[in-house]
């Protein structure tokens, strides 16, 4: 029998919800699936897995830019040109080697890529040799062509300066200049084992003029110094304005034809020079300028390149120690402009080198500090990256170097840093980061804008896995409030207790950031307080006082360091923090950080074991000073001054050819943790410096302090207490 209409118009609607039903659960599990995706782990490796970019240059002459890349620990040179600005790798180091990059240079029409490869040598002149190869290592400067092609070793050399043609290098052996061909086959007749000119006093940062016809440079002379230039062309040698004072800092104005110089006061009756700027002991600070100079500190002269002669242009007001420690200028145009610090923040400021009698405008004004500038090729911008505004972050500003209203150019959450003017003064190539995305290379408008990302992640890269920090003010106990970022993991749960980790940064004067850093080591810690957060773990990254991007007196706050150790009450307020958060295990807090960051996190475990259930120290240095007088204030302010009151677990890693931190801080501490009965693990990287130079070696130290916190924090397993070695390839 027929169905009704009734009955069918009813079985239309069961089947009807029983699609939607079905579509509803298709799309619940849909849902579900991509939320499970959305979760699911991922790696270390991932998260590092990103190139990290530094040394960002452009070229005078041509709209060309290019950058050192940092990649799983292969570096490379890229470059890019307008109007695309495509990035091309120009260099094949293809392995994890520890060759270091540096120094990155370009021709004035970027045609010739320079760099220098090997690391610096320490004390004793030996280049680190991570990889322990038998033919040991060497620091050399290298060429590659932007347009590709194999790359070439040019000479041997701790530090250098490209002719602006790309033709030559200068470069300082033995307090003399010398100069190599960039093409050895173009200019086999040069001696590169002999300088290019021999001149009395010890000689050095050469600086190319404009043209690449002349060189200036620094001949120190002890108690006194001097400018001179070399004509290339006409082999001579003269000397701007030669006096009795301790000239430094040659900076060739657009054309050639002038230097800008620093002028300090001489050093008087047989005192010396360290480093060409500072008296020896003879003399107490400040005594010199005090009783032989009158007061002044310092003056800006300009000279005359073709005759010699200079005039002061700007003179420091007796006993004013606002401008005191002014150490580099830039001739830009028609004024001089210079970084100073006169109050609490770092600032640049300019002089008009036409009127003698004028006083410094201050070219960036504002609460925060200014980091790094680039000048447009005609010297009327100063371009500059700076925290007004933003306190943990970086904006990028520009001003007339002949004063006037500062332009911000980018705004919002980001991090903009180290921007690079293009030779039209059309564009600027910049370092951009944020929360969730790595540094990375960009291109923008001279005048404002968007920033263009030109560089690409990789797939495996976890972008969207990515946790937004948030700023949290702290007190300690004295008073002094600090301002910390808090990586809280994506999913909370509903009163459940975590355990919590502080990363401490080193330095001290560092600063961490609400995002990505510009800074290598500190780009990798970001990215693990943020893997550490999708563990489970609630993060805190402090920045406790003497740190920068606060002022400075955050930075010189007193009795830091050997001085009184006044900075670990913001690491213990810090951990109290923590335990009094509802969603904090307060038995189960850790502490890592590298350098500085290692000697707070040692301090933590000693001061306050009955906090910090864990450590992880990273080439900490324990032992302030050379006393151990247990009454010396270097001594108690030291990590072993408390380490009879040390209970919690570490990890200890250092690598032996440390040049920041001696390994014999590691030495000594263990011997104490053993002594002490104090739970300690070890890994040692033979041959490696401070900020380890093999990749595997980061990949090896983040999963051992993972794994370390994992057993300490997550499941209790004790500790030994023999100090057993877990090796360190």
Known sequence: MPASPGRR????????FTLIAQCALCATASVQGAAAQTRSPFSVEDILSPGFPFELIAASGTDRIAWIEYERGMRNVWTATAPQYEPTRVTAYLDDDGHDLSGLQISADGSVLAFLRGHEPNRDGWVANPSSDPRGAERAVWAVSSAGGRAWRVVEARSFALSPDGRWVAYVRDG???RAPVNPGLESADRVDAPLFRAFGNNGSPVWSPDGRRIAFVSERGDHSFIGVYNTQRPRISYLAPGVDRDQSPSWSQDGRSIAFIRRPGLPFGASAQRGDAPDSVFPPGMLESRFAGGHTFTIHVADVETGEGREVWRNAPDDQRFAEVRRIHLAGDHVVFEAEPGDWRHWF???????????????????????????????WLYYAANMGDIDRRDLWRVRTGGGRPEQLTRGDAVEHYPAVLASGRHIALLHASAARPLSVAV??????????ITTLPPAFPLARHVEPVNVTITAADGVQTNNQLFLPPDPGSGERRPALIFIHGGSRRQMLLGYHYMHFYHMAYAMNQYFANRGYVVLSINYRSGIGYGRAFRTAPEVGGRGNAEYRDVIAAGRWLQGRADVDPGRVGVWGLSYGGVLTAQALARNSDVFAAGVDIAGVHLWGNSIDPDAVSFRSSVIAEVQNWKSPVLLIHGDDDRNVSFSQTVGLVQLLRAHDVPHEL???????????????????FHATEDFFQRTLIRGQPVRVDGSARGGR
Not at 351 to 380: K, N, Y
Not at 684 to 698: A, E, G, K, N, T
């Open 9 to 16: 118009t009813s079985a239309r609607r069961v089947m009807l």
């Open 176 to 178: 003399q200049i010398h």
């Open 350 to 380: 300019s002089i008009s080198i036409h009127e003698p009698t004028a006083r410094p405008v201050q070219l960036t004004p504002g609460e925060g500090f200014v980091e790094a500038v680039s000048l447009s090729s005609d010297g009327r």
């Open 444 to 453: 923008m408008n001279a005048d404002g804008g968007e920033p263009r990302v």
């Open 683 to 701: 890994i040692v990287f033979p041959d490696d410096v401070h900020d380890f130079l093999l990749h595997s070696r980061w990949l090896t130290s």
